[in-house]
């Protein structure tokens, strides 16, 4: 704590992974001696730098960008970019940080990284976010490489975020490579990305479930988020059988008793890529809805709970509401959307608990296939990358089961996923000596 003073979820997110890592490295002092979880805790480096752009009144404005390379023992830096008015270095470095593991578990050969910016896209013109864009790439690309590190989105980047990036970094360098995943099919991208987490998210549900003996088919879930991830996890959710209840987005949350539907979906999906900014509307399309205004979905009764928004959205009073109405699993599909004193009230009630590095991989997955076909000069089939999203999915989850389960019989997917994912990079970190 003293060593990172003020950063909270970075702190956050070290403590959740080293309980589970003490427990497991008490009797192997080999990662003692090399003082390995201490050093995958102290990133490679953080580079922060500024980014100046003009608005479309001619205000010259002054940003921060960062790129936090967190570790590269199993592979090049990679991790997505997050434009969000509340970045700051500690939320990239718990990003980066847990990254690490997640891009571990995926069997990938990817290493951990993250960055973004305090730019706020909301209620900016396309030609403020291209001169955004380009301005952060132009400091940006001495720091990244199809070899080195390769960032992709996260909240606030999109495709046409990583199309003005792209086309900076290809002016710059004169170099047509895969730098950046998530980009358009035209020009280097994969098929499933964009639908990879959310679907991702939703497969690894299906794995808990069926490892416990049930199933997705006929259970109520409230999602929380309107973006990438919450649209696609609900899509596929209702496509195994599942009512998804509620939706939510900054201003509040959705929710839809009747359930809802591509159509419902597909209609939010509209309303966001237009930017028409708040959810309150869909009541007035769809009239059995309500809007519950500065308001998390948690308190509607439901058999599975998936934030899939932010960090800390979902905290120990709103873990204690989903057990009181029965809830059955609760998936994370953002990073860290769980406050720890709520994984720790679901744990100890012995409910279903898919932490976010293992179950929302899917979309660093997709990337590293991106990846793969950008160095192969090749495009998969949409049928062939959705086996290959299914099968990844299949073996985090087993990676996992090696480590979750108790004495009592729980599956500890949070412990499961944490050592899987560590021991991986300890070892390639064993291997280069002290460094
Ligand atoms: P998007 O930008 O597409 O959507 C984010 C959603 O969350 C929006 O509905 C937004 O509301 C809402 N939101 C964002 N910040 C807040 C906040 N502080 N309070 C309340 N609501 C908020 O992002 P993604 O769907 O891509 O990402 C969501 C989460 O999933 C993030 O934690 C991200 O790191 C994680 N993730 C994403 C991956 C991906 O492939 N995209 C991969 C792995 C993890 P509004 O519409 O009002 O802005």
Redesign the pocket.
């Known amino acids: 704590v003293s060593r990172n003073p003020g950063e909270v979820e970075f702190h956050q997110a070290v403590y959740e992974v080293a309980v589970d890592i003490f427990d497991f490295i008490r009797d192997k002092p080999v990662y003692h001696e090399a003082q390995i979880l201490r050093r995958i805790a102290e990133p490679d480096r953080v580079v922060s730098f500024r980014v100046c752009w003009e608005d479309d009144a001619g205000n010259v404005r002054v940003q921060r960008g960062y790129r936090v390379q967190n570790n590269n023992s199993i592979g090049p830096y990679k991790g997505?970019l997050?434009f969000?008015k509340?970045v700051n270095q500690s939320i990239l470095k718990f990003?980066a940080f847990e990254q690490t593991f997640k891009n571990s578990l995926t069997g990938l050969p990817m290493g951990g990284g993250k960055g973004g910016s305090d730019f706020n896209p909301?209620g900016k013109s396309d030609r403020e976010i291209m001169r955004f864009c380009q301005s952060f790439m132009t400091e940006l690309y001495r720091h990244v490489g199809e070899d080195t590190d390769i960032p992709a989105?996260?909240?606030?980047v999109?495709a046409r975020e990583i199309g003005y990036m792209f086309g900076q970094y290809k002016r710059i360098t004169n170099r047509y490579v895969g730098v950046l995943t998530g980009k358009g099919l035209e020009w280097g991208g994969s098929l499933v990305r964009k639908e990879?987490?959310g679907y991702g998210v939703v497969y690894f549900l299906d794995h808990m479930f069926k490892q416990d003996k049930d199933t997705i088919d006929g259970k109520v879930v409230a999602i929380s988020?309107?973006?990438?991830?919450?649209t696609h996890a609900a899509e596929k959710a209702i496509q195994l059988g599942a009512k998804v209840v509620t939706m939510?987005?900054?201003?509040g949350f959705v929710h839809d008793p009747d359930g809802f539907s591509h159509e419902k979906i597909q209609w939010i999906v509209d309303q966001?890529s237009q930017g028409r900014g708040?959810l309150a509307s869909y009541t007035e399309v769809y009239s059995a809805a309500r809007f519950h205004a500065g308001e998390r979905p948690w308190s509607v009764s439901c058999d599975v709970a998936m934030p899939?928004?932010?960090?800390n959205?979902l905290n120990q009073d709103e873990a204690k509401v989903l057990l009181k109405n029965g809830v059955k699993a609760v998936v994370e599909?953002?990073?860290m959307?769980c406050s720890n004193d709520a994984i720790a009230v679901l744990r100890s009630a012995r409910v279903l608990f898919g932490p976010?590095k293992a179950a929302?991989a899917g979309?660093?997955a997709v990337s590293g296939l991106e990846m793969s076909q950008n160095s192969m000069r090749i495009s998969l089939k949409e049928e062939e990358l959705q086996g290959m999203l299914r099968e990844i999915m299949g073996n985090i989850h087993k990676n996992c089961l090696e480590f979750a389960v108790q004495d009592d019989g729980y599956v500890d997917y949070a412990k499961g996923a944490n050592i899987a994912g560590f021991k991986k990079v300890a070892n390639a970190m064993l291997a280069f000596g002290i460094l």
């Open positions: 997505g997050r969000h509340s990003l909301k989105g996260d909240i606030g999109g990879s987490t988020g309107a973006g990438n991830v919450a939510s987005d900054s201003t966001k708040s899939c928004a932010t960090q959205e599909g953002a990073n959307p976010a929302n979309g660093v």
